[in-house]
């Protein structure tokens, strides 16, 4: 039994079983001066002056509690670096073009095949440290820095691993269709894919592909998502990160789980996305890499009534573990208020990966909690910069970053 005690305020998105969107993700249920009891990994009441004299009590006075952060969204397991790359970029260089001359998702790709497993882990343990550290209590992996069929196995095998160590609960996506093997025809690739599908399914729950100019065109992309939800595995799509590719347009044909980045989507691939039930994952941290200003347009997305999250894009070119910051760049740079960077950052993130027993504090749901040494849950992205979380507790138990 663990309580937390005398809250200046407990602040979370109402519990739904489905994710929040319009004028919903902005209303954040405040209960102050209040406590929170949890018993056997489960929240059992919210209240004040609640009486447990058994459990193990922490003090929350002048804190506030929420629920912990859902990264819906990371590239986390790969080896190397690419810090020259920024220069690049700062030199005039896209990110196409650094694609174009084997730089960028090839170099990692070179990197992190070179590595073997034990050093894949130990480079990727160090990141969701870093993830768990600042609030993250559940992630979603991918794969993609592989590109042949054991490379990419690797790579999943790292990420339930990870799942393994008592931090951040793991959700693993296959995503071999991240781009194209410089050592490999189009064509081949495609097909190599396809064969990769029975063994991924077997470490991954989802698929997702990157739809976009210069990765996969609509047709390749349909026929390698098609084919995954034939192996068993839910969907995901990068999609209009560069322009309005047809990535949305095609993540709603297909009612994908979520489709993710959407800069460059229309408002008719907005609504379609809605009507589909799909939820749109928005990741500010990487036109910030990318030198952009070219932020996905939320309050567009919020006025047509499609639910959002928020996602680190954790790789080699957006690197950050943070969902602190990625809850502060919405707030100043895409103009989200704080109540819908905090839904946008726990529940719906949660329900955009299949777990509809987080992201909200209430009896019954799983206690992944966060207790902030602030004052208010506002200034959680007022405050920029640092971290505010002081104790990180994932299905009921404190966790030690």
């Not at 042949?148 to 799942?163: I, M, P, S, T």
């Not at 322009?243 to 408002?267: I, N, Y």
Request: proline letters at 4%; a negative charge.
């Amino acid at each position: 039994m663990l309580l937390l005690k005398g809250a200046a305020q407990v602040a979370s998105p109402p519990a739904s079983d489905s994710p929040l969107a319009g004028d919903a993700m902005g209303r954040i249920e405040l209960h102050t001066r209040s406590d929170v009891a949890i018993r056997n990994g489960r929240i059992v009441e919210v209240g004040r002056k609640l009486d447990y004299p058994d459990a193990e009590t922490i003090d929350a006075r002048g804190k506030v509690v929420v629920p912990g952060f859902v990264d819906p969204h990371t590239h986390l397991v790969w080896a190397g670096s690419r810090e020259h790359e920024l220069e690049w970029k700062l030199q005039g260089r896209s990110y196409q073009d650094i694609l174009a001359d084997g730089g960028g998702i090839l170099r990692t790709v070179r990197e992190t095949r070179a590595a073997d497993e034990e050093e894949l882990r130990e480079q990727s343990l160090k990141r969701l440290r870093n993830a768990t550290r600042t609030g993250t209590t559940t992630i979603e992996v991918k794969s993609g820095y592989g590109l042949q069929r054991e490379e990419e196995l690797k790579q999943l095998r790292v990420a339930r691993w990870l799942g393994e160590q008592g931090l951040a609960e793991v959700v693993s996506t296959f995503m071999g269709a991240h781009t194209v093997p410089d050592d490999t025809s189009r064509a081949e690739y495609l097909e190599q894919l396809e064969q990769m599908l029975p063994d991924a399914a077997e470490l991954a729950e989802y698929c997702d592909v990157f739809c976009e100019e210069g990765a996969f065109t609509v047709d390749e992309s349909r026929r390698l998502l098609e084919a995954a939800r034939e192996a068993g595995m839910g969907l995901r799509i990068h999609a209009d990160e560069f322009g309005d590719s047809g990535g949305g347009t095609l993540g709603a044909e297909l009612s994908v789980a979520s489709a993710d980045h959407l800069a460059g989507s229309t408002l008719d691939t907005i609504e379609a996305l809605r009507d589909a039930g799909t939820t749109g994952i928005l990741m500010p941290g990487t036109p910030l890499a990318l030198l952009s200003s070219e932020f996905a347009p939320a309050r567009k997305m919020v006025a047509a009534g499609l639910p959002l999250a928020l996602a680190t894009d954790c790789n080699p070119n957006c690197y950050t573990e943070s969902m602190q910051m990625v809850m502060q760049l919405a707030v100043f740079c895409m103009r989200l208020t704080p109540a819908e960077a905090l839904t946008a950052a726990t529940l719906n993130g949660a329900l955009a990966l299949g777990r509809s027993n987080r992201g909200a504090i209430a009896p019954g749901w799983r206690a992944d909690l966060l207790v902030c040494d602030v004052p208010d849950y506002r200034h959680l992205t007022y405050h920029f910069g640092i971290n505010h979380v002081e104790t990180v507790i994932i299905g009921g138990r404190v966790v030690n970053a």
